[in-house]
């Protein structure tokens, strides 16, 4: 009651005052409101950096020029005319429970950008695809030529999820949306990507920028890294969110996973920054033709120039075989790969592609003093 009164008094002696200071000052106030409520609305979302203008992201890495919009209907009505195959058989050796030492890493292809990483501490999932197509629409959009190579039922659980941007065949909703339900594993996105995957319910999703580290426990953590690609799920959101790769820390090794990326600069500035990884995954195909391509994928002799520019001790090829998304034939990664290696005189074992299905596991400490040699540093193209 004592503080009521004391408030009443307070404002009944400044009343006749603020009446005349108010009709002065008060447009001023006014304005500053709607300045400010002006500035709130229009505030970017994302920090302002070398490749974000604050609500757009960019390539800072080179000045290719994206194909122009003639270049894209050709190639969406006529980029795809070589036959592939319907449905190539599988013929799988998975061995996803098996124990590893602190220095072995098991790591199976499961199809497309689609890797089960599994160390000693966790299982890490990549651009996780299990969809017949990848596209807005269930019954459109380019249509798998092989199943995946682990059934989905016959995933271990998994730990973490690395997604690298958000189109369709990287961040396949459905598959998502069942990892979620089946694991709740941790999702990490590039910057913009939250929202996409929060409608759907899911709570566990870290955002990154390039260069922010993450740490998952049990001495891993993860650094979201460049790459040079674009984003979009539609005609009016291109570019709204971030792209990228991630490298993975385990311990004292180091895993790289390149995601959907062109060759640019950045493999040398990852290297540079971070180190060299035990292991790459590069993706190698979905590369022609080269003049409406080369903004966003490599080719196989662009994969082993990004391993030589990471330094990487062995890498293994990824994103390929599996939908059709450009003119090449569905084996022309592999065998282009090995010419690559060829043309350069470098082992065909330092560069390896996996069947869908298959587990591998590979002793570090073996590859490192293997293929040593074979990662030697090279000069990035001009």
């Not at 009521?4 to 409101?33: C, E, F, I, M, Y």
């Not at 996803?96 to 890797?115: E, G, Y």
């Not at 292991?279 to 490599?298: C, Q, V």
Request: charged fraction near 20%; glycine fraction near 4%; hydrophobic fraction near 40%.
């Amino acid at each position: 009651m004592e503080q009521h009164t004391a408030n009443n008094h307070h404002t009944d002696a400044h009343q006749p005052r603020s009446q005349p200071v108010a009709r002065r000052h008060g447009w001023k106030l006014a304005a500053l409101a709607l300045i400010a409520s002006i500035s709130c609305a229009t505030a970017p979302p994302h920090p302002v950096s070398d490749h974000c203008d604050g609500h757009t992201f960019h390539n800072p890495q080179t000045r290719i020029e994206d194909p122009s919009f003639w270049d894209l209907v050709v190639h969406i009505t006529t980029g795809r005319s070589t036959p592939w195959p319907d449905d190539v058989p599988l013929d799988r050796a998975l061995a996803l429970d098996q124990a590893l030492d602190n220095d072995q890493v098991a790591i199976t292809f499961v199809n497309h950008a689609t890797v089960l990483i599994q160390t000693p501490q966790m299982n890490i999932l990549t651009d996780p695809v299990w969809s017949q197509r990848v596209g807005p629409w269930s019954w459109a959009g380019p249509e798998r030529a092989r199943q995946p190579g682990i059934p989905f039922d016959a995933l271990p659980p998994i730990d973490a999820v690395l997604l690298s941007h958000n189109h369709y065949d990287h961040t396949d909703l459905p598959t998502i949306i069942d990892l979620w339900e089946r694991d709740q594993p941790r999702f990490l996105v590039p910057l913009g990507d939250r929202q996409l995957l929060e409608d759907e319910g899911i709570t566990t999703v870290t955002e990154m920028d390039w260069w922010d580290q993450a740490p998952l426990g049990h001495s891993v953590k993860i650094t979201f890294t460049p790459a040079q690609h674009n984003s979009g799920r539609g005609l009016t959101d291109a570019k709204e969110s971030l792209w990228g790769s991630f490298m993975i820390h385990a311990d004292k090794r180091m895993i790289y996973f390149g995601g959907d990326t062109a060759y640019s600069p950045h493999f040398a500035a990852i290297q540079a920054r971070l180190g060299s990884p035990d292991i790459a995954l590069l993706p190698i195909g979905a590369y022609a033709p080269r003049a409406t391509m080369r903004p966003f994928h490599m080719d196989p002799d662009d994969a082993v120039q990004a391993q030589l520019d990471l330094r990487a001790v062995l890498a293994i090829g990824i994103h390929f075989g599996t939908f059709q998304l450009t003119n090449e034939a569905i084996d022309d990664p592999i065998k282009d790969l090995q010419a690559a290696l060829q043309a350069r005189r470098l082992p065909t074992d330092a560069f390896i592609t996996l069947s869908e299905g298959r587990t591998q596991r590979f002793d570090l400490l073996t590859i490192a003093s293997r293929h040593s040699d074979a990662a030697a540093p090279s000069a990035p193209r001009p």
